[in-house]
């Protein structure tokens, strides 16, 4: 298992954790053990479920248990996980999240079900290089999510979770046909300039998306009407044009990666706005309107809120959630996966849907 670094400490490496091993024997026969806890190897089974799925089975979780009681084995977890105790934690709010978590995957230790999933396929027209990165999540402490591209649209996917937003949800898109120009950097510290920026964006892909639902409830009928009224160059002529695109800006892709080349412009977090990692970098290439999932407690009343994707480098991005006047900054992770590109988009859809099915 691939546990983030220690909170807030996301430019840190992955760390390793071996779940269970297996020693194969002679005439197709192998062993499996269970490596869970911290008396040693123990007995546990493999079950393959489907294709591209398997389960793992503890046969002596007791081997799992601490002579201290739960008690012991918090405080061993709260040391791995988080590198602390939790007279270090000050905050109860925080306190409180990490035990429901501990409460929650300690549950779930006997036996687990994994399933493939794929990195998504890159693009040279790509903003920056898509695949797997770290970001924090204030109290939740720091979570992996997978950044792919699709058209106009780039999607943070969520591969691990926690208890607002669980793994398989979107918690970030993209529009990457909305740039927003950020204020100087006297007028960028003031969170209501930027919050007016951001609305107003917010507003503009409002009347974009009504007009295009009126354009497509007008029918085909209609459509055909139209084509035989201008003839049969004219819909090439508009758009060769650029007529009746529906969105103003610079085109995305390959525009957008040559945008990337240019000059940093100077970056600075808005008053009030919380970031768990405060050396979080002072330069930025370029921002774009996007949104944010939050939600209540076992991912209740969930919504999409506005906010600004930061891009820095071609390893780092940042979200501010705007309506949480919170930060997010994400980190590559530069593991390297053996045959973990996926062998289409197509593929990479599917498994992204799948994903989010099982949350859903």
């Not at 590198?83 to 934690?89: A, H, N, Q």
């Not at 290089?129 to 591209?149: A, D, R």
């Not at 006297?186 to 974009?208: H, K, Y």
């Not at 009746?244 to 892709?253: K, L």
Request: hydrophobic fraction near 30%; aromatic fraction near 10%; glycine fraction near 8%.
């Amino acid at each position: 298992m691939y546990l983030p670094p220690h909170d807030p400490h996301v430019d840190d490496p992955m760390r390793f954790k071996p779940l269970f091993r297996i020693h194969l024997m002679e005439r197709k026969c192998a062993t499996v053990e269970c490596m869970y806890g911290h008396k040693g190897p123990h007995n546990g089974n493999i079950q393959i479920v489907k294709k591209d799925e398997f389960s793992t089975k503890c046969n002596q979780t007791d081997h799992h248990r601490m002579s201290g009681g739960r008690q012991e084995e918090f405080r061993t977890w709260l040391r791995e996980e988080w590198g602390r105790t939790l007279e270090d934690i000050f905050h109860e709010h925080m306190q409180e999240l990490i035990l429901m978590k501990f409460i929650y995957t300690s549950q779930y230790d006997n036996c687990l079900t994994y399933r493939r999933i794929y990195l998504p396929p890159s693009s040279p027209d790509d903003l920056i290089k898509p695949g797997l990165f770290k970001g924090t999540y204030g109290s939740h402490g720091l979570e992996i999510v997978m950044l792919s591209f699709h058209g106009k649209k780039a999607k943070g996917t969520k591969i691990t979770g926690d208890p607002n937003i669980p793994a398989g949800q979107q918690t970030v898109e993209i529009d990457l046909a909305h740039p927003i120009q950020l204020p100087d950097i006297e007028n960028l510290s003031d969170f209501n300039e930027l919050s007016r920026i951001v609305l107003e964006v917010q507003e503009q892909v409002r009347q974009e998306q009504q007009q295009e639902e009126e354009e497509e409830e007008e029918g085909q009928e209609e459509e055909e009407e139209s084509r035989s009224w201008q003839g049969p160059s004219q819909p090439s002529e508009q758009l060769a044009n650029g007529e009746g695109n529906g969105a103003e800006g610079p085109p995305v892709g390959g525009a957008a990666t040559q945008d990337a080349a240019q000059p940093s412009q100077a970056f600075v977090l808005p008053v009030g706005v919380i970031s768990r990692k405060e050396d979080y970098p002072r330069t930025c290439r370029m921002c774009f309107y996007g949104t944010g999932l939050i939600a209540g407690h076992g991912f209740t009343s969930p919504e999409r809120t506005p906010g600004v994707f930061v891009l820095f480098d071609d390893d780092r991005f940042g979200f501010i959630w705007l309506e949480l006047k919170s930060f997010s900054l994400y980190s590559r992770i530069k593991v390297s996966f053996q045959n973990a590109e996926a062998p289409s988009q197509e593929v990479f859809d599917e498994v992204l849907k799948n994903i989010q099915s099982l949350t859903s």
